[in-house]
C-alpha cells in the first residue's frame, strides 16, 4: 500500500484488504497493539466507526481516501502516538483535544483526579481548586466537570500547552475552570490567593532514562513535560516547599508520581509538615499517587 502497486490498475484496496495488510505489517514490526491502531486510524479517514468497518468490509477505498490513510499510516509507523494522529484522547469519559504540544493523558492519572476528589468530600462546594503543570488541562477540567460550583485555574509553564488546554476548556464546557502560564506557583506569587486542593502531574522522569524511554513516547511527547530532572524529583521538591503558601488549613495536596518515587516524595511532604500522606495504587497496581493535608502550624 505503500508504494506504486496500491494504485495499480485493477487493483482494489478494500476496507478488509487496507486493514489486513496495515495489521500484518505493524505485527512484523512489534507494534503491540496492530489491529487498533489500523482500525482507528482508517475509521478517523473515513469517519466512520469501527462495527462499520465490519458491516462494509468490502467496500473500496477511492484514491483520496487511500491517500489519506496512507498518510496517517507511514506516522504511525514511524512511531508517531496514535492519539496525535488523531487529535483526540479520552480521559475521565470526555474527548480530549491534544498534539505534540501537550503529554498525552494516560488511563492512571485517571486516578489522580478520583484521589483528589475522594479526599475532598468535606470542602464546601465553593472550593477552590489549582491544577499544576496541567499540561491539556485534563485534571483540572475533569475536576471542574465534576464538580461545576468549584473554582478551578489550571497553570503551565508551557504558553503552548496552556493554548491547548484553553481550547479543551472552551470544547468542553468548563467555565467554571481557568487556563494561566505559569512556572509552578510563581504567577500566583503576592497575590494572597489560597487553595483548598492542589493536584499535579510534574515531569518525574529522570533524565538519564529518558532515551531508554519507547520511541512514540521520547521522540514525539514534548520533554518538557517528561524530565524530572536528575532524579525525577526536582519539581517534587518545589512543589512541597510552596505548596504551603497557597494552600488554606486543612487543604488537600494529591500529586502523580513515577513508579518508586512514593516514598521519596511522601517524605518530602512530610519535612514540609504535611500530614495523613496517603499512596494509592493506579490501574497496573503501581503506587501513583501521593497525597496530604496541610494542617496550618501553631
Given amino acids: 500500500m505503500t508504494t506504486t502497486r496500491a494504485e495499480a490498475p485493477g487493483e482494489t484496496w478494500t476496507i478488509r484488504r487496507v486493514l489486513a495488510w496495515a495489521v500484518d505489517d505493524l505485527k512484523k514490526r512489534g507494534f503491540s497493539s496492530a489491529r487498533l491502531d489500523a482500525e482507528l486510524l482508517l475509521c478517523h479517514v473515513l469517519r466512520i466507526d469501527r462495527i462499520k468497518l465490519i458491516v462494509d468490509a468490502e467496500r473500496p477505498l477511492d484514491k483520496a481516501e487511500l491517500g489519506r490513510y496512507r498518510e496517517l499510516y507511514q506516522r504511525r509507523r514511524a512511531g508517531e502516538p496514535i492519539a496525535y494522529l488523531l487529535g483526540v484522547r479520552e480521559f475521565y469519559g470526555r474527548p480530549f483535544r491534544v498534539d505534540r504540544r501537550v503529554l498525552i493523558p494516560r488511563p492512571d492519572t485517571e486516578t489522580l483526579v478520583e484521589v483528589a476528589l475522594a479526599r475532598t468530600k468535606h470542602l464546601d462546594l465553593a472550593a477552590r481548586v489549582l491544577d499544576l503543570c496541567t499540561g491539556s488541562g485534563c485534571v483540572a477540567i475533569s475536576l ?132 495523613d500522606i496517603e499512596t494509592q495504587k493506579d490501574l497496573g497496581g503501581h503506587d501513583r499517587i501521593v497525597s496530604g493535608v496541610w494542617r496550618e502550624r501553631p
Avoid: K, W
Fill in 144 to 275: 471542574a466537570r465534576e464538580r461545576p460550583t468549584t473554582c478551578v485555574v489550571g497553570l503551565d509553564l508551557s504558553p503552548d500547552a496552556a493554548t491547548v488546554a484553553r481550547e479543551n476548556v472552551v470544547r468542553l464546557g468548563a467555565t467554571n475552570c481557568a487556563i494561566g502560564v505559569s512556572d509552578l506557583f510563581s504567577a500566583l506569587e503576592g497575590r494572597g490567593v489560597v487553595f483548598d486542593l492542589i493536584t499535579a502531574n510534574p515531569p518525574y522522569i529522570p533524565e538519564a532514562e529518558i532515551d531508554t524511554l519507547a520511541v512514540d513516547i521520547r521522540a514525539f511527547e514534548p520533554h518538557l513535560a517528561l524530565s524530572g530532572g536528575a532524579d525525577g524529583l526536582v519539581l517534587f521538591r518545589r512543589i512541597a516547599a510552596e505548596a504551603p503558601r497557597y494552600l488554606a488549613p486543612g487543604g488537600v495536596i494529591a500529586v502523580e508520581v513515577m513508579s518508586g518515587q512514593a516514598h521519596d516524595v511522601g517524605e518530602l511532604f512530610a519535612a514540609q509538615g504535611f500530614t
